[in-house]
């Protein structure tokens, strides 16, 4: 991966011609640079490493990394083969967001290594429409799910489901977005997600770029705020929702929804149809991904943890579909969602 520094408005990822260019979300809010990925191992590595995060991003990225592959290999006797390495480099990258997968299945099933347009051009395509599709797909919910959101209303959101974890616009975030567009006047309270303090780094910055009143507090203020009558609402965005509406998100989210409920505060998801994963009855089998130690006993260069303690660090957490007030996809708004309704969602 080479690295290039960039100021222009925030793109979370560009196509070039023969690459995929990543905003380095690790960098972020210090530092705007973009990583450029010419091949599927490049991407992959992005995806693990964080460049690149938010599980509709992830999906799309790796739909390049698959484009970018086969640009890369085309003509090659054993690009069949490389490809299916490349498929397999891009699925082991991360394993909660299903996005990623259904990419990647999406490219196969366009790929042919004996069929030259469907071997390269036909590939770009395809991962470009990927993108356009998840921003129309955002455009879609935050039309959705603006009307759930009340003139005035004080909105808290976990993790982040914004223009940086999408191809544009966001999911939570984008519903937000779209409510201010319309006019309405909503602040935000932004949780600061630890570990990875997706929160503090990536939510907070794109609101503050963007004049949304945005309030940042650590995740274990949420309950007091709620508590004293300081939030109206809840919306999250989701990295895989099972069939009967148990979704998987950034880990403190269930525990937010527990508050929300107890609250009697409308928790509220957004994600795209991409992100429901009909294979899975039920929550209770979504992978949930582990991630390192160093993560939570300090960030970057700072640690502060006593050293010899051990440490816990899943990045996701279950909340079940109980707990949903709504789910909103591009599909429509699904209230007190369950396996009847979102099958109904199907076609
Ligand atoms: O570990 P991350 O930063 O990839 O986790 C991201 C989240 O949990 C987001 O809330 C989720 O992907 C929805 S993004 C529209």
Redesign the pocket.
Known sequence: MDAETDTAAVVTMRWTGDAVELLDQRLLPEQVVYVRCASAAAVADAIRD?VV??????GVAAAFGVAVEALRVQGRPDAGVAMEEAFARLAAS?PT?VNLFWAIDRMRAGYDPQDPRRATEAMVAEALAIMEQDVAANRAMGAHGAALLPDGARVLT????GAL??AGW???LGVIRSAVAQGKAISVIVDETRP?L?GARLTAWELVREGIPATLITDSMAGHLMATGEVDAVI????RIAANGDTA??IGTYMVAVLAGHHGIPFYVA?PWSTVDLALPDGSAIPIEERSAEEVTGFRDQHWAAGGVAVRNP??DVTPAALVTALITERGVVHAPDTAQIAALID
């Open positions: 964080m995060r938010g599980a509709p991003a992830i991360r967001a976990h993790c982040n489901a974890a999408t966001g999911t939570a990875y997706q999250v965005g989701a990295d998100n950034k994600a990045a996701f």
